[in-house]
């Protein structure tokens, strides 16, 4: 078939499929004309955009456009930064697949952004007003969010900045805000001040929720990136995805589920009932990952030394002091564990024994843990250092504080002693306007009852005195709460032998 004969068949073809078009819409011939005419804009807008975004390929997502404002960002060196943070910080050390960055989720959140603010366009958007601008501003939400995270993730801001600045009101949220600012400074960004004003609000929604009662337009939107109403949001949704993935864990949360059956019913983001225990699923894979990766005994033993590593290194490299300011604080990365490492200056010398031993796996020694009981959470005190010391009772051994590290943990399902899924409003079905909570009585007897745990966990920084501040937090414990724990389900007091590397 020659070229000439193949375009008039590839026209037919066309001119078939309007036919067939229009008589499945039903429309006439004149009404026909317009709606090809409205879809042929559509299709070319959607390929003018295309022409300038940037097709990045994603393990968990598959291929993730970028469009052109975004690449802005995406493209400095601030941002790519990102490449050298760790979203899990030391869990590699364990899980040894555990090794994506930041960057993956950074980009990951911006994909499910826009597919959850494009879902409800398409379905609500004449009704609910959602125009250009939204839609922007909660694709560079999604995007920039997590820019403020330092090195090494949560370690650097759970457990070096407390002990390093202690009562110092920190959070990577607000210096992703100031870094935002930084880059659209720095690098001329061309951005409208309101959707600029309104992406930074939507970052810092989670630590500041917008009030039921706020007069804030569109409230639905500042719940897609960071929930601060409910929890619910896409930031959890990925790394929910990505890090059950990495590490091997189980997921029996289907995030995509709950994006085809959610809608937005006065202003709040609800989801079909038949999904009500796929909610609970989300927060209960997010509480075992943190149980069964982010807290796992040896990963925190990694982080706690990493953490007197940063402390002992800290006075040389003024590492704390670099958090006060975007233009210092984006230098920071991972890298940082290397440069004190390969270091030549004696002040870092210690700080480097301490690397050296985590290269060694000379680990600090896990001694014991329990669960504090649910009739004591509410008059619960973190337990130091100096508790187990004065617990102890063996003669011809001293313990110090220092030879102790005691890590007090918090693992919920995010709403503290509340059921979060309280906090969360279903519909029945699409021809339903009405919005209402599901007790989790109406769903399954099988549902937890409580939803809150605190792990108070004791290490000994010396191999030699694991036995004795065993002992001693074993003392603690009943003298605080008349009660014993087994180590490794073992018979409470029997040594407590040095554990496998993972």
Not at 120 to 129: D, T
Not at 277 to 284: D, G, P
Not at 439 to 445: D, P
Not at 452 to 475: C, G, H, M, T, W
Request: hydrophobic residues 35%; contains cysteine.
């Amino acid at each position: 078939m020659g070229l000439r004969n193949l375009s008039a068949a590839f026209d037919m073809i066309l001119e078939l499929g309007d036919q067939k078009f229009s008589r499945t819409m039903g429309l006439r011939h004149d009404e026909h004309d317009e709606a090809f005419t409205l879809s042929q804009n559509a299709t070319g807008h959607v390929f003018q955009e295309r022409l300038h975004t940037k097709c990045m390929h994603d393990n968990v997502h598959r291929s993730i456009y970028v469009d052109a404002l975004s690449l802005r960002f995406v493209d400095t060196e601030q941002f790519q930064r990102l490449r050298d943070i760790r979203q899990l910080g030391l869990c590699h050390m364990v899980y040894p697949g555990a090794v994506h960055t930041r960057f993956e989720h950074s980009l990951g959140t911006y994909y499910l952004a826009d597919q959850a603010i494009t879902r409800i366009k398409n379905f609500q958007g004449a009704e609910l007003g959602i125009d250009r601008s939204d839609v922007k501003a909660v694709k560079l939400a999604g995007l920039l969010h997590d820019i403020g995270h330092g090195p090494f993730s949560h370690v650097f801001d759970n457990e070096f900045l407390p002990k390093i600045l202690p009562g110092e009101k920190w959070s990577h949220e607000e210096m992703s805000v100031d870094m935002i600012d930084y880059i659209v400074d720095l690098h001329h960004i061309d951005i409208d001040s309101g959707d600029l004003r309104r992406v930074k609000e939507m970052i810092l929604a989670s630590s500041s929720p917008v009030s039921q009662n706020s007069s804030k337009e569109k409230r639905f939107l500042y719940d897609i990136v960071a929930n601060g109403r409910n929890g619910i949001d896409v930031d959890k949704f990925d790394y929910i995805e990505r890090d059950t993935r990495a590490c091997g864990i189980g997921n029996s949360f289907s995030y995509s589920r709950l994006m085809e059956n959610m809608r937005v019913m006065d202003d709040e983001i609800c989801y079909r009932a038949k999904e009500a225990r796929n909610v609970y699923n989300l927060f209960q894979t997010r509480a075992d990952l943190h149980r069964t990766v982010y807290t796992h005994p040896k990963v925190k033993a990694m982080e706690l030394m990493l953490a007197d590593a940063f402390l002992l290194a800290n006075d040389y490299l003024l590492i704390s002091e670099q958090i006060q300011s975007p233009e210092d604080f984006w230098k920071l990365d991972d890298t940082i564990l290397k440069a004190i490492e390969t270091a030549c200056q004696p002040e870092l010398k210690s700080a480097q024994e301490i690397i050296l031993r985590l290269r060694r796996r000379q680990l600090y020694q896990f001694c014991n843990e329990y669960a504090v009981p649910k009739e004591m959470m509410d008059h619960f005190k973190d337990v130091t250092a100096k508790d187990i010391v004065c617990a102890q009772t063996r003669s011809g051994v001293e313990l110090r504080e220092e030879d102790i590290v005691v890590n007090n943990q918090k693992i919920d399902l995010t709403r503290g002693q509340e059921d979060p899924v309280r906090s969360v409003s279903f519909f029945q079905d699409y021809e339903s306007n009405e919005k209402f909570k599901i007790q989790k009585e109406r769903i399954s007897h099988l549902l937890p009852s409580f939803f809150l745990d605190r792990i108070v966990r004791v290490y000994s920084k010396k191999p030699e005195l694991v036995e004795v501040v065993a002992e001693a937090f074993e003392n603690f414990q009943l003298k605080t709460y008349g009660i014993k724990t087994q180590v490794h389900g073992t018979p409470s007091g029997k040594k407590n032998k040095p554990t496998s590397s993972f």
